[in-house]
């Protein structure tokens, strides 16, 4: 293992995000802000939604921020520098293992979603004014779960760039994201799906509903929620298998 | 002390479309969105190398010579470890590229086809990182970096985003970028390609100072002038085989009389052929198609008036004739019957 190219793969990948920082940040952090503004604000000042939905929905908006910043950091640069210009060229030359290229990606991308997670907890709770009852009684269980839901998303974001081509972006997004996001619990705490049973234990393949609902273990024990052991378990096993995928597919597309 | 190349029984078959060609073809897959069922679950099989061996000495300027799709890019890919062989083995220096990938990638420079510059950088930017990459410390990187932009005249772009630079100058930074770690071996695939003739010069005179420093270079090229005027010794290779090897004179001297002259007829009688070959300094005469003959000689202009008597006594005009010169072309032609660039 050389770890002075592996530091320099990594600060390369931090100096581009930070000369796009703001635009990253406005690409991943807009839509769920603006979410969380009409449905945590506006919806529950005109009486349409209850007050406690805001303790509901500020855990689901931090996971999907950082899922999404996950992503986006990873599989779409991957995406776009696999294609016809064969851009990641330059660093699968580099003298380091092609494996360990994909490890400093699935970091950097944790960083990113850590950033996304960081910067949306505070304007997303100053987005919904007073009534999101948010405790921080358990630090360590909430940054376990934002280590588990960031590598999540990057290492996600590593399979699925070695996994889709530039012309199906779209269809990435229509088609796993969104569906994801919908049924990750996001918005709405795991039992509430109660009365769909099939449904609801669909949804526990997707691994986005453990991040909601470890989130939501962790910042806002008072309302419903999976059991924390169960969730950062899942999240666990998930990690471990995208990780697994994401590094076999990378090795495999780096080399023709 | 150079470092040498040494391929054994190299063979290389594509499942899928090679890269370049995979990128070419945009949204439409080929054959498999036509043709009958059977058809669609056929794989695309291209043999792109055939059982090559071949020995690369360290210090030397090398080159590969061959038409569009011979194999040439499939070599370089497997030597620098971004292509898997199908068969047999490749070395640089005492490393198999495919089991001693880092070892390999240290001694290595690469500049591929199209340029694979890092389009979130400035063209500064990309030679530090990959100063970086190869543990430069900082200083020297930043020193290093400046020597090659001036040496590549990139200087007055050095803040530029890579992705504003012209193809030219694009090319220019991946030279520039590849011999940023200073590697024994280097490798340039097509490295004029797209570039004006005055660079083109340049980049010669960068490549005989680089090698003149002991370093071992192997490029491809589909330019007879360029493998003649560069290269120290030469493959010439097609469909995936090498048909000739040795240095650029021993070559062009191999071709039989080393003067070729292409021949049209307006028809041709049935012996004319023969009293062609009987002709004094012809040495062989190979017929491309009916009427058209190309006889490989020892002179050129003199044996036109022969020629021409010749076919006139048998009642044959001829239609066009076209003098080459010893050359690398002629060479290609006269061991495939094609035209370097056809």
Redesign the interface.
């Known amino acids: 293992m050389?770890w002075?190219?592996f530091y320099?793969?990594l600060?390369?990948d931090g100096?581009?995000a930070r000369?796009?920082l703001v635009m990253v940040l406005v690409q991943n952090l807009l839509q769920p802000l603006l979410f969380t503004f009409v449905f945590g604000r506006v919806l529950t000042s005109g009486g349409f939604m209850a007050v406690k939905f805001k303790s509901v929905l500020l855990p689901g908006i931090i996971a999907i921020s950082m899922v999404v910043a996950g992503i986006q950091a990873v599989a779409m640069?991957l995406i776009a520098e696999f294609?016809?210009?064969?851009?990641?060229?330059?660093?699968?030359?580099?003298?380091?293992?092609?494996g360990w290229l994909a490890v400093e990606k699935i970091i950097a991308g944790m960083i990113q979603a850590l950033v996304a997670g960081l910067v949306v907890i505070p304007v997303a709770w100053l987005t919904m004014g007073s009534g999101a009852a948010v405790s921080f009684a358990h630090p360590f269980a909430f940054a376990g779960f934002c280590l588990l839901v960031a590598l999540l998303a990057s290492a996600g974001g590593l399979a699925l760039g070695c996994s889709v081509g530039a012309?199906q972006i779209g269809l990435m997004f229509s088609l796993i994201l969104t569906p994801m996001l919908m049924f990750g619990c996001v918005y709405y705490p795991w039992s509430f799906l109660k009365p769909f049973t099939g449904l609801q234990y669909a949804v526990l393949l997707n691994p986005v509903v453990y991040a909601s609902e470890g989130l939501r273990g962790a910042l806002v024990p008072q309302m419903d929620h999976i059991a924390t052991w169960k969730t950062a378990a899942a999240l666990a096993v998930a990690d471990v298998g995208f990780v697994a995928l994401g590094i076999k597919k990378f090795r495999k597309k780096a080399?023709? | 002390m150079g470092i040498g190349i040494r391929i054994e029984h190299l063979s290389k078959v594509y499942d899928s479309p090679p890269p370049s060609a995979a990128g070419a073809r945009g949204f439409s897959f080929g054959p498999s969105r036509s043709g009958d069922r059977k058809e669609k679950k056929k794989k695309i099989e291209i043999k792109a190398l055939d059982d090559v061996s071949l020995e690369i000495p360290a210090g030397q300027i090398f080159g590969l010579l061959g038409p569009n799709g011979a194999g040439k890019s499939t070599t370089i890919g497997i030597l620098t470890t971004r292509t898997e062989p199908t068969g047999g083995r490749a070395f640089v220096g005492e490393f198999d590229v495919w089991k001693h990938q880092v070892e390999a990638k240290r001694l290595i420079g690469v500049v591929p086809q199209r340029p694979n510059l890092d389009f979130s950088l400035t063209t500064r930017e990309v030679l530090l990182f990959h100063g970086a990459y190869f543990g430069q410390n900082a200083r020297e990187r930043a020193r290093r970096a400046d020597e090659q932009l001036e040496k590549f005249k990139l200087t007055d772009r050095a803040a530029q985003m890579v992705r504003e630079l012209s193809g030219g100058l694009m090319q220019r930074l991946s030279i520039a970028r590849a011999m940023m770690h200073d590697p024994e071996v280097l490798f340039l695939d097509e490295p004029s390609a797209g570039l004006d003739p005055q660079t083109r010069l340049m980049l010669w005179d960068i490549i005989r100072g680089y090698g003149s420093l002991g370093k071992t270079i192997v490029l491809t090229t589909h330019y007879m002038d360029e493998a003649d005027e560069l290269c120290q010794r030469l493959a010439i290779i097609d469909h995936g085989k090498i048909i000739a090897e040795g240095t650029p004179l021993e070559l062009k001297s191999s071709i039989p009389g080393g003067y070729l002259l292409r021949l049209r007829f307006d028809r041709v009688p049935e012996d004319l052929f023969e009293q062609i070959r009987a002709l004094a300094g012809v040495r062989e005469v190979k017929s491309a198609d009916s009427i058209a003959a190309d006889v490989y000689a020892d002179r050129g202009g003199p044996l036109i008036g022969p020629i021409v008597t010749a076919a006139q006594a048998a009642g044959a005009e001829v239609r066009d004739v076209h003098i080459q010169e010893p050359s690398l072309e002629t060479l290609f032609l006269h061991h495939t019957g094609r035209s370097l660039r056809e």
């Open positions: 050389n002075k190219t320099a793969l600060s390369r100096h581009v000369r796009n640069p294609q016809f210009s064969r851009e990641i060229e330059d660093r699968l030359l580099a003298p380091i293992q092609n012309t080399v023709s």
